[in-house]
């Protein structure tokens, strides 16, 4: 009897030292907290420094997507619009976020580092059609010293259809 | 009668001001709850409703009183709910029951002594306060404790029928269990509010407060007494450790799943109304009432004090909800009959033992407490 008074008293001093120690809330719109290292968020579709896509329409992201998120449309890349460095890019290129359940399947997926899960994740929509998100939305802007896509190239540089990852040719 | 108009009329007022003073005490216990268990949970609790921001340099506002407005954010949420009414449900019951729970709840307010009766308000009420001396809606009734239990006891009709006309198996359930449980603890509830009413020789609530003056505060006399009447108002409120029939966590709250809006807030209404109401009581039996320095100067800071003592209670209640398991329906039901009915007989018998044998004068010259019996 008298053991278990005590416990519950202990249990109280316990509650009561919380109570002054100051909360650990962080107030979260207005102070966001960094998300760590290896953090899986929203998509983004990456590029090369001149600004070419990587992605290269080869869909082996939506096969590998076990929730059947992703929707690619491949098209042709020709010398005088190019996209990306290959033989095809990404003309469409639709992620579902509803679906998507951030496993990171079609990041290991890909041949070229196209994709890659970011550190984004406020993804809250009003209806499901806002969830899909178009190759717009994931795609990262051109880096300073790159062109927009698409380019006109010079004939003959660009002849693989999977590039070299390092110097893209 | 032949001051009967005027009588109405000012307990009318008295009775209006009472109530919304606890009505919005009702409103603020509910965030006094939420932010007493955030903190307790290092965490901060409702802070957006109503904060004054003050601009600090270099930083992001200050935010003052976050939260103050909550209570009113969702009173107007709950009335903007969806009044929805479920098929198959006794209609005319199912509309009643909350009414009947929150009712009785707020009508033992009546008997709460407040406050010594200051001059002015002595000289506004001379048929209705004055004769009594003390500041209540019902003054001078003088089986004040006997309305308070037969009164709460009408709150049962309403958590059964709630449970009944719901039309719903989980609905019945929780009622019929927290029906056994009110009924079994009040009881000892019952037998532990003989005490202080042994000690003052009077069922009026006010006398046992000027009884407490004389003889001390009633929970250093009888310590186990007033630990059994918190307990018992624990359980009676169904609050936590005893809180399972509404076990949020595993159950979806018992009686009440059926209703929604502001019907439900009914139910919460009655809840919060009655905890006021069992600390008022704790205080007035066993804390002294609206006792305190400079009560017999200033007859309003007896109000102030009472008011303080019932924060204290309702804060004791928070801290218990925040620091102990829950008791299983079994264990409950053990230490409602086992354990509390039998040490509260005991009690009643010992402590009218000691007052016969104090009033025959045989711990004349003893120190301690068994002397300050004899009064
Ligand atoms: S993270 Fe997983 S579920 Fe989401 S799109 Fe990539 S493969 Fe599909
Ligand atoms: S993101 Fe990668 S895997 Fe998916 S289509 Fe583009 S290149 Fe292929």
Redesign the interface.
């Known amino acids: 009897m008298l053991g278990y008074i005590s416990e519950l008293i202990k249990g109280m001093a316990i509650t009561m030292r919380h109570m002054i120690t100051p909360p650990v809330t962080i107030q979260y719109p207005e102070i966001k907290r960094p998300v760590r290292y290896r953090f899986k968020g929203r998509h983004e579709l990456k590029r090369y420094d001149n600004g070419l896509e990587k992605c290269i329409g080869c869909a082996l992201c939506a096969a590998a997507c076990p929730a059947d998120a992703i929707f690619v449309e491949a098209s042709e890349n020709t010398d005088d619009v190019r996209f990306s460095p290959g033989e095809r890019y990404a003309s469409t290129y639709e992620i579902n976020m509803l679906r998507c359940i951030f496993c990171g399947y079609c990041e290991d997926a890909c041949p070229t580092e196209a994709i890659v899960l970011e550190d984004k994740y406020e993804l809250a929509f009003y209806d499901r059609a806002s969830a899909i998100y178009t190759k717009d939305m994931l795609i990262v802007d051109v880096p300073i010293n790159g062109q927009q896509t698409p380019q006109v190239v010079e004939p003959g540089v660009f002849t693989k259809s999977i590039p070299i990852m390092e110097d893209p040719k | 009668m032949e001051n009967a108009g005027a009588v109405a009329l000012a307990a009318l007022a008295v009775g209006g001001i009472i109530a919304f003073v606890v009505i919005t005490g009702f409103a603020y216990s509910t965030l006094l709850e939420r932010k ?1 268990l ?7 609790g409702p802070n957006r409703a109503g904060y004054i921001p003050i601009p600090r340099r270099g930083k ?1 506002d200050l935010r003052l009183l976050g939260g103050v407005m909550q209570p009113l954010a969702d009173a107007v949420k709950l009335f903007m709910k969806e009044d929805f009414t479920p098929p198959y449900v006794d209609t005319w019951v199912y509309n009643i029951a909350p009414i009947i729970t929150v009712f009785p709840a707020v009508f033992s307010l009546a008997v709460i002594p407040w406050a010594p009766l200051p001059q002015w308000l002595a000289d506004m009420t001379p048929h209705y306060l004055a004769p009594h001396g003390y500041l209540a809606i019902a003054p001078g009734l003088n089986v004040a404790l006997l309305f308070i239990l037969a009164i709460t006891s009408i709150e049962v009709y309403g958590v059964v029928l709630a449970g009944w006309s719901s039309n719903s198996k989980y609905a019945v359930l929780g009622a019929i269990r927290s029906t056994a449980q009110m009924i079994s603890y009040e009881l000892s509830l019952g037998l532990t509010l003989l005490i202080p009413v042994m000690i003052a020789g009077s069922l009026n609530l006010n006398d046992i407060v000027v009884s407490q003056q004389q003889n001390g505060w009633f929970i250093m006399l009888q310590p186990i007494a007033g630990i059994l009447f918190f307990v018992g108002a624990l359980a009676e409120l169904q609050r936590a450790p005893f809180d399972l029939l509404e076990a949020e966590q595993e159950l979806s709250s018992g009686y009440n799943v059926e209703y929604a809006g502001m019907r439900f807030a009914m139910f919460m209404m009655a809840e919060y109304v009655k905890m006021i109401i069992f600390s008022a009581m704790w205080a007035v039996l066993f804390l002294g009432g609206y006792a305190g320095p400079l009560v017999s100067q200033f007859p309003m800071l007896g109000a102030v004090y009472m008011i303080l003592k019932i924060v204290a209670g309702l804060f004791l209640m928070i ?2 909800r ?3 398991p829950r008791l299983r329906y079994d264990q409950l039901m053990d230490f409602g009959w086992k354990f509390m009915l039998p040490i509260s007989v005991l009690n009643v018998i010992v402590t009218g033992v000691m007052i016969v044998l104090a009033e025959e004068g045989v711990f004349d010259g003893m120190l301690g407490w068994f002397g300050l019996l004899g009064g």
């Open positions: 007493v955030a903190r307790m949970q290092v965490r901060v992001d801290w218990i925040a620091s102990w």
